[in-house]
């Protein structure tokens, strides 16, 4: 069974701060998803990385899959009480089926 | 329809009482997955189809737990002997077969409440 880890699991900042969570395996996977999920909703992608230390960018959210492809990083430039919520990590497998890590659950206080 | 769709958003159940969720898949995905998550928590993978079959079926927490689909489209996860333990947000998602970069595409979940 391929796992995910995430760290931290839990991170509370203020408006303006950077920040960057974590999302760690064993194991190679095809390619590595970000959800992000606020409540009462069901997770929504934000990222696909493919290639071994390909670097994605979205607004202030920079994705990177590290060069081995069994870790990846999110970092929030001057985080925004809107990019609150759980940060899930997903992992590819070679049968498509998704592994989802534990989560980071961010709170972005204003 | 235009989105993965759960029914019913809400339940609340007796212990004991069996329960039924039912997930109704983006149209021509042929990929279904039921996740489990508890107040607070990550995803609990519990069962993945691919078109009617389930090829992997570990995450299943107990044999009270089972799950179905039909036709390629709606799935129903059953909890027989519901126990408080089983309260939880089921989510389920979709996502299009044979392709790299699919994306899983979620339903706003059920939430299970055994009382």
């Known amino acids: 069974t391929q796992l995910l880890e995430q760290s931290p699991q839990f991170l509370s900042i203020q408006e303006g701060e950077n920040l960057t969570v974590y999302c760690n395996s064993s194991s190679v996977f095809s390619s590595l998803q970000w959800y992000r999920q606020e409540p009462g909703e069901g997770p929504v992608l934000l990222v696909t990385v493919v290639t071994g230390g390909e670097v994605k960018k979205l607004k202030r959210l920079t994705f990177q899959f590290g060069d081995a492809r069994k870790d990846s990083s999110l970092h929030i430039t001057a985080a925004q009480p809107g990019d609150t919520g759980l940060y899930l990590c997903a992992g590819e497998d070679d049968g498509q089926n998704f592994v989802f890590g534990p989560g980071t659950r961010l709170s972005v206080l204003p | 329809g235009a989105g993965v769709s759960q029914s019913p958003s809400n339940k609340v159940t007796e212990k004991g009482k069996d329960v039924e969720l039912r997930c109704d898949p983006i149209s021509g995905h042929t990929a279904l997955y039921w996740y489990r998550q508890s107040l607070g928590q990550g995803l609990e993978f519990l069962i993945y189809f691919q078109g009617n079959s389930a090829p992997d079926k570990s995450g299943l927490p107990s044999d009270r737990f089972s799950a179905e689909r039909t036709g390629g489209s709606v799935s129903t996860l059953t909890i027989q002997r519901t126990q408080q333990e089983d309260s939880a947000v089921y989510l389920c998602?979709?996502?299009?077969?044979?392709?790299?970069?699919?994306?899983?595409?979620f339903g706003q979940g059920t939430r299970l409440t055994v009382v």
């Open positions: 998602a979709s996502s299009l077969m044979g392709t790299l970069n699919t994306e899983a595409f």
